[in-house]
């Protein structure tokens, strides 16, 4: 099974149907309903995906469309333990980006799936891009 870790940004891509990334970042998201992998995100990154998503959307169906995501997909916690080990890694620069990384480890994820791949230079996860999971996992 392949664990997969949503960053903020690939779930910005899903809500507000941003093109060329939503031909990619939604077939991503569609593995949550394939026995063959999990996919994960954090709070902190629905709560930056809700942002998006109501600044386009209105709040009404923003928050439509995060539940309907929530349903799908497993929400990987930031607990004590992330916070004080992003405090702590001196690798790591920026929190939110420490955050979200050791969200991704606590639950064993595989890979970190963001545009963003420079951000998690600190990580010992794999870090892709949109396009680079499809090309790695998805192609055959």
Known sequence: ?????????????VLNKEYPLFTYSSRILSLAS???FEVYTSPM?????FYF???KHKTALAKHKI???CEHIHIAENLTNGVLNTLNNKKIHDFEDGL???AAKEVEC???VTEDTDDFYFSEIEVLDCKGFFNRYLLD
């Open 1 to 13: 099974m392949v664990r997969i870790f949503l960053d903020a940004n690939v779930l910005v891509s």
């Open 34 to 36: 394939n026995p063959k």
């Open 45 to 49: 990154c629905l709560a930056i995906a």
């Open 53 to 55: 998503a109501e600044k």
């Open 67 to 69: 539940n309907l995501l």
């Open 100 to 102: 979200e990384y050791y």
């Open 110 to 112: 595989n890979c970190i």
